[in-house]
């Protein structure tokens, strides 16, 4: 593969959110023309909606989508169905990629070996995104076969830079973790923010207001967090003073086994992500 991205051919399995959201980002960025990607969605209105909104070409078609790139030296292709659809697909692409030809997965629970027996080639990377990666601000793990090259990975990394950021695992099975820690994890934060939210409203702040103070409260923390360097547990203990009003939420908080509940939630995602490539 090329290192000028510019001349990349890609074709998207698929259209919705996290697939729309990867080509706005190449756009936007100037990665890829608008030329060289194509799509398949099953909506005639989306993929008009598609065609009018990035310039790209939309089929209805999945083989035709990614037979437009298919044997192509400079070209990926690029699966964002949801878990439940990728038999079909795999049956509408049998016979149509190249042995070489390299496939991109962001398919929650579909396993490389899978992918790479029922598409005829082993340069198949997985990827996991997460929701903020629909504003570019996403962390994306991703591991690949060895048959992917020096060149190709770095290409795929650029790729996923349009989603925000990216981090290479040695193993497969750390695609499973980070399924249910990074790309289920906004699950859990947005649940935390609902109940700040709640408990503000209890305490006599109009929901506005206390939505306000909840989301510029947890994202200066976390950017306190990344600039500082330091561990959670010295930052808690930084704004804990002796029986103040940290020590006591903390104390209802561990009473409440706010820790190990957390800890169930990441596990639970965890073996439902193996679940799912098992099915």
Not at 192 to 203: F, N, P, Q, R
Not at 211 to 237: C, D, I, W, Y
Request: glycine residues 8%.
């Amino acid at each position: 593969m090329s290192s000028d991205l510019k001349e990349l051919s890609l074709a998207f399995i698929g259209c919705g959110v996290m697939a729309e959201s990867i080509v706005a980002g190449l756009l936007k960025n100037g990665i890829v023309d608008a030329a060289h990607i194509t799509a398949s969605h099953p909506r005639e209105n989306r993929r008009d909606e598609l065609r009018e909104k990035h310039g790209i070409e939309v089929f209805s078609s999945n083989s035709e989508a990614a037979g437009a790139v298919a044997g192509h030296e400079n070209s990926a292709v690029v699966l964002c169905v949801k878990p439940q659809r990728l038999k079909k697909v795999l049956a509408d692409l049998d016979g149509v990629l190249h042995p070489n030809d390299l496939v991109i997965s962001i398919i929650a629970g579909a396993r490389i070996e899978q992918l790479a027996e029922a598409l005829g080639t082993a340069k198949v990377v997985r990827a996991m995104p997460n929701t903020p990666a629909q504003i570019g601000a996403g962390i994306t793990a991703w591991t690949c076969t060895e048959a992917v090259g020096a060149d190709d990975r770095e290409n795929v990394r650029r790729i996923l830079t349009a989603l925000g950021k990216e981090l290479f695992v040695e193993t497969e099975n750390m695609i499973d973790m980070a399924t249910s820690l990074s790309a289920t994890g906004p699950t859990y934060i947005f649940m935390v923010m609902e109940a700040l939210t709640d408990a503000g409203v209890h305490l006599g702040f109009s929901r506005d207001m206390a939505k306000e103070l909840v989301q510029e409260t947890m994202l200066g923390s976390v950017k306190f967090a990344m600039a500082s360097h330091k561990h959670p547990a010295e930052l808690r203990n930084m704004v804990t003073s002796p029986g103040g009003t940290s020590a006591e939420a903390i104390y209802q908080m561990e009473k409440g086994t706010l820790r190990t509940v957390l800890s169930k939630a990441v596990y639970a995602a965890y073996k439902r992500a193996v679940e799912l490539g098992r099915k």
